[in-house]
């Protein structure tokens, strides 16, 4: 298996539209005990407060967001589409409040309070810079809150402040 090495944001090529949207990402976190991730395909990366930053909206409901929560960070990693469709799929179905979705889908933890993962590509590793909730008052598309909070269930918006990107040579 290859191994990661470091860039710089500057370096670092992604369409966040392909890399988050299409091919879907993992958001994990790990409260010092636990570590658990789950399935994204909605955030973003850019810049807030001059600093370079990933941007992920997680709901109230999840696991992971108890993790993220209990933490100063979280990282996002990003895999080869192909080989991971399975584990991707699995890792957004299932709560790591009822299994251990890590052990199941065989990912191996790297890092140390923010967990990423070697079977990754990409691995950015955050800290948190600030958590907003996103209440249904903000929301100002009547389809996204039809569509997306038929059952309340809202996102908190969490901004990553990026210290390391990690990436692999394709194979
Ligand atoms: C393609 C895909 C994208 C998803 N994107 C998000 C997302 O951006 N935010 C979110 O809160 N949940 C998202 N989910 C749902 C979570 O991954 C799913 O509810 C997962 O089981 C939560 O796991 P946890 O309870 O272990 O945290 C997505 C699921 C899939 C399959």
Known sequence: ???FREVTPDNF???PFKSIGSDWMLIAASDGERVNAMTASWGGMGVLW???CVFIFVRESRFTKELIDSSNGFSVTFFDREKYA???GYMGKASGRNEDKI???GLTVLGGDVPYFEQAQTAILCDKLCRLNVPKECILSDEALSRYYPNGD???MYVGEIKKILVKDSE
């Open 86 to 88: 399975g584990m991707l």
């Open 103 to 105: 052990a199941s889908a």
């Open 13 to 15: 090529i992604c369409s």
């Open 154 to 156: 809202y996102h908190d």
């Open 1 to 3: 298996m290859n191994s």
């Open 50 to 52: 001059g600093k370079n």
